[in-house]
């Protein structure tokens, strides 16, 4: 996804547009062939500058004709607790939303292209802590970013080639950060059980020790593996990273060219997962699985809309199906499985 569009979208509307009871209370059922249990799905809808969290038992979401499909929305546009952050320039095309669990709360992590980068209480759209990186221009992009135990945040960056972690535990507009250097760094993710942070980038899945104080952390290069080879004389280009909900240990891993998971302990890259074939194909933007009924869900482009990333369908494997949003602009889903 290019990281700059010579574009001003209209404002999406301001701060909470639906808060629902919290996490517990997204109970689903069946209907429209959709499985019991399955979870509310999360999206960056660029096309409203929104987070969407969507009832999962409506194949068809069309929030403008129906507002109920909306389980709880955000955007910072209008909202005086993000205000520093100047998301009328910052918050444009939301790049990133995953839902974590942080001592007995539950917030989402979320980044836009022109700079914007929050960690947001849900459901009361609070502000944890927030940055403003490079508001409006291309020397950053934030593309992704994760919650450590002690309450400090990982940035990955994408064309700014780094990975930032930020003293975030230190206040709602903590700046102080240790970075390291990482080609088209694309995502982030916690590794509890090994206790290190792993970033994924253009050429390699990177893992780095974290040290220091909460107050002045340090990031180090401990290890790297180079992703699968896609098209010959091409950069495998990483783009998600995301753990296996029902494999624990495992990470999923997309790339310019197919969906992979990666085994810590061999240190290899695997295709054996279930419905491989309908789930691993080009440029698939994220990939994540429901422990409970088993499906996966993907999101990939599709042709003849307004940003050449964007979709309106999530596509929905094992069993194969799909969500369709109508006039979307999404680029990211997520099951609502708070981590």
Same mark, same amino acid.
């Given at each position: 996804?290019?990281?700059? @569009?010579?574009?001003?979208?209209?404002?999406?509307?301001?701060?909470?547009? !639906?808060?629902?009871?919290?996490?517990?209370?997204?109970?689903?059922?069946?209907?429209?062939?959709?499985?019991?249990?399955?979870? #509310?799905?999360?999206?960056?809808?660029?096309?409203?500058?929104?987070?969407?969290?969507?009832?999962?038992?409506?194949?068809?979401?069309?929030?403008?004709?129906? &507002?109920?499909?909306?389980?709880?929305?955000?955007? #910072?546009?209008?909202?005086?607790?993000?205000?520093?952050?100047?998301?009328?320039?910052?918050?444009?095309?939301?790049?990133?939303?995953?839902? @974590?669990?942080?001592?007995?709360?539950?917030?989402?992590?979320?980044?836009?292209?022109?700079?914007?980068?929050?960690?947001?209480?849900?459901?009361?759209?609070? @502000?944890?802590?927030? !940055?403003?990186?490079?508001?409006?221009?291309?020397?950053?992009?934030?593309?992704?970013?994760?919650?450590?135990?002690?309450?400090?945040?990982?940035?990955?960056?994408?064309?700014?080639?780094?990975?930032?972690?930020? !003293?975030?535990?230190?206040? #709602?507009?903590?700046?102080?950060?240790?970075?390291?250097?990482?080609?088209?760094?694309?995502?982030?993710?916690?590794?509890?059980?090994?206790?290190?942070?792993?970033?994924?980038?253009?050429?390699?899945?990177?893992?780095?020790?974290?040290?220091?104080?909460?107050?002045? &952390?340090?990031?180090?290069?401990?290890?790297?593996?180079?992703?699968?080879?896609?098209?010959?004389?091409?950069?495998?280009?990483?783009?998600?990273?995301? &753990?296996?909900?029902?494999?624990?240990?495992?990470?999923?891993?997309?790339?310019?060219?197919?969906?992979?998971?990666?085994?810590?302990?061999?240190?290899?890259?695997?295709?054996?997962?279930?419905?491989?074939?309908?789930?691993?194909?080009?440029?698939?933007?994220?990939?994540?699985?429901? #422990?409970?009924?088993?499906?996966?869900?993907?999101?990939?482009?599709?042709?003849?809309?307004?940003?050449?990333?964007?979709?309106?369908?999530?596509?929905?494997?094992?069993?194969?199906?799909?969500?369709?949003?109508?006039?979307?602009?999404?680029?990211?889903?997520?099951?609502?499985? &708070?981590?």
């Amino acid at each position: 996804m290019p990281s700059r @569009r010579a574009v001003v979208l209209g404002a999406a509307g301001a701060g909470i547009g !639906a808060a629902l009871p919290a996490t517990r209370a997204y109970a689903t059922g069946g209907g429209d062939g959709v499985p019991v249990g399955t979870p #509310p799905v999360l999206l960056t809808e660029q096309a409203t500058r929104r987070l969407l969290v969507l009832d999962p038992r409506r194949r068809v979401w069309d929030p403008e004709a129906d &507002p109920s499909v909306v389980r709880w929305a955000f955007s #910072p546009v209008g909202d005086p607790r993000y205000e520093d952050l100047l998301p009328d320039v910052s918050w444009v095309y939301p790049c990133e939303a995953k839902v @974590r669990l942080h001592r007995r709360r539950t917030y989402v992590l979320t980044t836009a292209s022109f700079g914007f980068v929050a960690v947001v209480e849900h459901p009361t759209g609070r @502000r944890y802590w927030g !940055a403003a990186i490079g508001p409006g221009d291309d020397l950053f992009n934030p593309h992704s970013a994760e919650i450590l135990p002690d309450g400090n945040v990982a940035v990955a960056c994408s064309t700014g080639a780094r990975v930032r972690l930020y !003293a975030a535990s230190q206040g #709602p507009r903590a700046t102080r950060f240790a970075e390291a250097e990482l080609k088209g760094a694309h995502a982030l993710h916690w590794d509890r059980a090994r206790q290190v942070l792993r970033a994924l980038g253009d050429d390699e899945l990177v893992t780095y020790a974290v040290g220091g104080t909460a107050a002045r &952390p340090t990031l180090e290069r401990t290890d790297a593996v180079g992703l699968p080879v896609g098209t010959p004389g091409k950069t495998p280009g990483g783009h998600d990273l995301f &753990p296996v909900a029902g494999r624990r240990g495992r990470l999923w891993v997309t790339t310019n060219a197919a969906v992979f998971q990666y085994e810590p302990k061999g240190r290899v890259f695997v295709q054996d997962f279930a419905g491989a074939a309908e789930i691993s194909r080009k440029s698939v933007k994220a990939v994540g699985d429901d #422990p409970r009924t088993g499906q996966v869900l993907t999101t990939v482009p599709e042709p003849g809309l307004g940003e050449t990333w964007w979709t309106t369908t999530v596509s929905v494997h094992r069993p194969e199906s799909a969500y369709k949003l109508v006039d979307g602009g999404i680029y990211k889903a997520r099951w609502w499985l &708070p981590y």
